[in-house]
């Protein structure tokens, strides 16, 4: 990790990122746990999802919507487009992200 900070990253192939938490799918999508970092998505993928509030990809979710969804839905959060794959226990267990860089928002 020191070295990284130094020269940067090693690897820039999202698909060869190795993260138990993060699935790649054929779609150009990816699968995400939702008890992973938020941090952590953010460095494998070289993402940039909201850190300042919860720790976990469902926490982030949950604050988003202010609610736990009974079924799962699909939501954007700027280039983001993140649908809630599975829910159980009141934790959403799963997401299904999708990153589209031409997306713009109001406040880009």
Same mark, same amino acid.
């Given at each position: @990790?020191?070295?990284?900070?130094?020269?940067?990253?090693?690897?820039?192939?999202?698909?060869?990122? +190795? +993260?138990?938490? *993060?699935?790649?799918?054929?779609?150009?999508?990816? &699968?995400? @746990?939702?008890? !992973?970092?938020?941090?952590?998505?953010?460095?494998?993928?070289?993402? @940039?999802?909201?850190? @300042?509030?919860?720790?976990?990809? +469902?926490?982030? &979710?949950?604050?988003?919507?202010?609610?736990?969804?009974?079924?799962? *839905?699909?939501?954007?959060?700027?280039?983001?487009?993140?649908?809630?794959?599975? &829910?159980?226990?009141?934790? &959403?267990? +799963? !997401?299904?992200?999708?990153?589209?860089?031409?997306?713009?928002? !109001?406040?880009?």
């Amino acid at each position: @990790d020191i070295l990284e900070e130094i020269v940067g990253e090693f690897t820039t192939d999202v698909a060869s990122s +190795s +993260s138990p938490d *993060v699935h790649p799918q054929d779609d150009g999508s990816f &699968i995400i @746990d939702g008890t !992973a970092f938020v941090r952590d998505v953010n460095k494998t993928m070289h993402w @940039d999802l909201p850190t @300042d509030g919860p720790k976990s990809v +469902s926490g982030m &979710i949950v604050e988003y919507l202010e609610h736990i969804p009974e079924a799962p *839905v699909c939501l954007r959060m700027g280039r983001y487009r993140i649908e809630i794959m599975q &829910i159980k226990d009141n934790t &959403i267990r +799963s !997401a299904k992200v999708t990153f589209d860089p031409k997306f713009r928002d !109001a406040d880009d």
